[in-house]
């Protein structure tokens, strides 16, 4: 591809080499240094100038690390005269701040959008974002892809008799219908309220598990909290099988290993927005890879053409 330059940030260096393998356009190194003050340094070490540039970096744990180094390849980038730079986050991890919900609490999906366009983001580029409405908080074109179709097709195939698609909350509800509707499937949904952080509650499934297999389906895993209550209920429906997708698998505070030891648990499947090293996959998990749909996408975007066909529903 003529006239573009991919860089990658720290935080998934594997991905950003996957999807430029798609483009067949090389990953250009970026140079990153700390100094004695504990400050950052960024240098882009290719030509940016009139160029389209790329900067990969999902914004995963170390967040504030990974988005302060995002911050400063866009400024790098902008300040050496490229024509036009597009952040690409495949996790966008403030998209859980979207709201006031709180008194005097900062709204910070707004904020960190607002400090991407400042620091010199034309467009963005994103993945499954936590809360959908994020998007309208960027004062640039943003493109929000989703992983249905790419977790839809990891079921295709199966004998899935008896299946039902279950959402842990309302809020995803929407999801999980296109979801089941890929599959050719009925939904239900929990009826979820979140107390905190560490707690949830869910009274009841809205719709027919009872006796039935399950695949619940979430945008993200971080603690497990909504997963372990919504088992809970299951397991008081008898149902037979019950199996995990989620676009992002961050997995944090060992939720990966407490969701993967469970004997109703018979398999988690996520893409790889977030990193997950191979010593840290236990055998439930399946990894699918985004690669292409976002390489396309970058293509697109490059290109002109439109990229609603792959956020679109199937």
């Given at each position: 591809?003529?006239?573009i ?8 260096p594997?991905l ?7 483009l067949?356009?090389p990953?250009?190194p970026v ?6 003050n ?13 160029r ?12 504030q ?22 952040v690409?986050?495949?996790h966008?991890a403030?998209?859980?701040s ?7 609490v ?19 580029l ?18 929000h ?5 790419e977790?839809?097709?990891?079921f ?8 039902v ?15 089941a509707?890929?599959l050719?499937?009925p ?16 009274s ?7 006796d039935?297999d ?5 945008d993200?895993?971080?603690r ?37 030891d ?10 790889n ?34 990229v ?6 199937a």
């Open positions: 591809m003529r006239d330059a991919v860089f990658s940030g720290s935080a998934h594997e950003a080499e996957e999807i430029c393998a798609q067949r356009t990953l250009h140079r990153l240094r700390r100094f004695a504990d400050c950052l340094d960024v240098q882009l070490q290719a030509n940016c100038r009139e389209d540039v790329f900067l990969i970096q999902p914004l995963v744990p170390p967040v690390e990974h988005l302060v180094e995002l911050l400063l390849m866009t400024d790098a980038a902008r300040g050496a005269s490229a024509a036009r730079v597009t690409v986050m495949p966008y403030y998209a859980r979207d709201k006031k919900d709180e008194p005097r900062s709204i910070g999906g707004r904020l960190v959008a607002d400090l991407l366009v400042a620091a010199g983001a034309g467009r963005a994103t993945m499954t974002m936590h809360s959908p409405q994020v998007h309208g908080f960027f004062s640039v074109p943003v493109d892809l989703h992983a249905l179709k977790l839809a097709a990891h295709r195939g199966r004998d899935l008799a008896g299946t698609v279950v959402s842990p909350d309302l809020g995803n509800a929407r999801s999980a219908a296109i979801f509707r890929m050719g499937l939904v239900a949904a929990g009826a979820k309220e979140r107390h905190s952080d560490t707690r949830v509650t869910i009841s499934i809205i719709g027919d598990v009872t039935r399950v695949i619940v389906l979430d993200e895993i971080a497990g909290t909504t997963l372990h209550e919504l088992l809970a209920r299951l397991a008081e429906h008898q149902v037979r099988s019950v199996r995990i997708a989620c676009t992002h698998g961050l997995f944090s505070h060992g939720a990966l290993d407490r969701l993967a469970r004997t109703d648990v018979a398999e988690i499947v996520c893409t927005t977030v990193p997950i090293t191979a010593d840290k996959r236990p055998d439930k998990l399946h990894v699918i890879s985004v690669a292409p749909a976002l390489a396309e996408a970058i293509r697109r975007i490059h290109d002109g053409e439109s609603s066909a792959l956020f679109e529903p």
